[in-house]
């Protein structure tokens, strides 16, 4: 069965400092994998996928994400974050021959200091 | 132009009651889902059906029922409301080959 974890539940960043919010997925086949973002009392809006093909890929907002396989691990990155990034993001697994449901991490909770 | 509408945001009842929350997107996707997100923010499916027919029904009690009148939309239908139901129900859709699932904005039910 897949499982997705994000070790980190709170992180604190600078503003203008660089970001990396983990995530580290199983999952027996080649996984498709997201990263979406949650503010406060809001959905969930995609900031990027990976399906096949490069390994780095860039999303919305200057976020980027790196698939490495060996390490199971789908990191999601940027070089300089802004307020407007304090949110929860959430990595997911994806299971195109299980009717495409998605697993969700747990979430990490992003606190954006001035 | 909304993609991805539900209704009602919210929903305040009393235990015991019926209700239903409904979902409708206008992407033209083949596949939509009810996921619930609890307290604690945990996400986790519960239903997804592609052009109206069941695909997934993971172990939801079955006071709750989906309901699919055609591939835009998605009901979801729950009686006997108890406590435990209270969360956040999010709707997606995405085409079935793709699975980049689009979210509603949630309906929050809080069940007294």
């Known amino acids: 069965a897949q499982s997705v974890t994000q070790p980190d539940i709170h992180i604190t960043v600078s503003e203008g400092a660089s970001l990396e919010l983990r995530c580290n997925y199983s999952y027996g086949a080649t996984p498709y994998l997201f990263w979406y973002v949650q503010s406060p009392g809001q959905g969930l809006q995609l900031l990027l996928k990976?399906?096949?093909?490069?390994?780095l890929v860039q999303g919305i907002k200057g976020f980027e994400a790196e698939f490495k396989r060996s390490q199971s691990s789908f990191n999601l990155r940027k070089p300089s974050v802004h307020w407007s990034d304090a949110a929860e993001y959430f990595c997911?697994?994806?299971?195109?021959?299980?009717?495409?449901?998605?697993?969700f991490g747990a979430g990490t909770i992003l606190r954006v200091k001035s | 132009d909304t993609a991805v509408s539900q209704t009602p945001k919210y929903l305040v009842t009393q235990m015991g009651n019926d209700k239903s929350i409904k979902c409708e997107q206008n992407l033209g996707h083949d596949t939509m889902y009810w996921y619930k997100q609890d307290s604690k923010k945990f996400l986790k499916i519960m239903f997804s059906y592609n052009n109206k027919e069941l695909i997934i029904n993971e172990t939801v009690p079955n006071r709750f029922s989906p309901k699919s009148p055609d591939k835009a939309h998605l009901n979801l239908h729950i009686n006997s409301l108890e406590l435990g139901d209270s969360a956040v129900y999010f709707c997606a859709s995405s085409q079935l080959q793709r699975n980049e699932q689009f979210f509603g904005p949630g309906t929050r039910l809080t069940v007294l």
């Open positions: 990976y399906f096949s093909g490069d390994t």
């Open positions: 997911a697994v994806g299971a195109p021959m299980k009717g495409n449901k998605l697993v």
